[in-house]
């Protein structure tokens, strides 16, 4: 949701929103998590205690995520202790291949971060290994 770093508040109304003057474009290029809006000034403030014509909310995507969850399983079987008891060994990893999967930008238009990314919204890889005794 576009928002103003210093709007005025409207009485029983909310928050102030900017003007949409243009198509709200995403930046292809190689500086896109610095300059994440390829025409930023299709976002203006408006004068004050105006509300704005930008909707509420404004689709504003997110960068695409790829993550992958693998895991691996062996068992052992263990005839000598028990006829029926079995060694299993087992390793996990979550996103394995350890892609970062960036968030969205600030779309708070007159703010000093507008336009950056500044988050990531996944964890970095994960794995974890266990061994359990089946009797």
């Excluded at 928050?15 to 025409?39: C, I």
Aim: include cysteine; charged fraction near 15%; proline fraction near 10%.
């Amino acid at each position: 949701m576009p928002g103003l770093y210093d709007g005025q508040s409207l009485p029983t109304y909310g928050g102030q929103r900017p003007n949409l003057v243009a198509k709200l474009e995403r930046n292809h290029g190689s500086d896109w998590m610095t300059h994440y809006f390829a025409n930023p000034d299709a976002l203006q403030k408006p004068d004050p205690y105006a509300i704005g014509n930008a909707p509420r909310t404004l689709n504003i995507r997110q960068p695409g995520s790829s993550n992958a969850a693998l895991s691996i399983f062996k068992e052992f079987p263990i005839a000598i202790w028990k006829e029926q008891a079995k060694l299993q060994l087992c390793g996990e990893a979550m996103n394995a291949l350890n892609h970062p999967s960036f968030g969205g930008p600030d779309a708070t238009v007159d703010g000093p971060n507008f336009g950056l990314v500044t988050w990531q919204a996944n964890s970095p890889r994960e794995v974890q290994f266990a061994l359990k005794l089946l009797f």
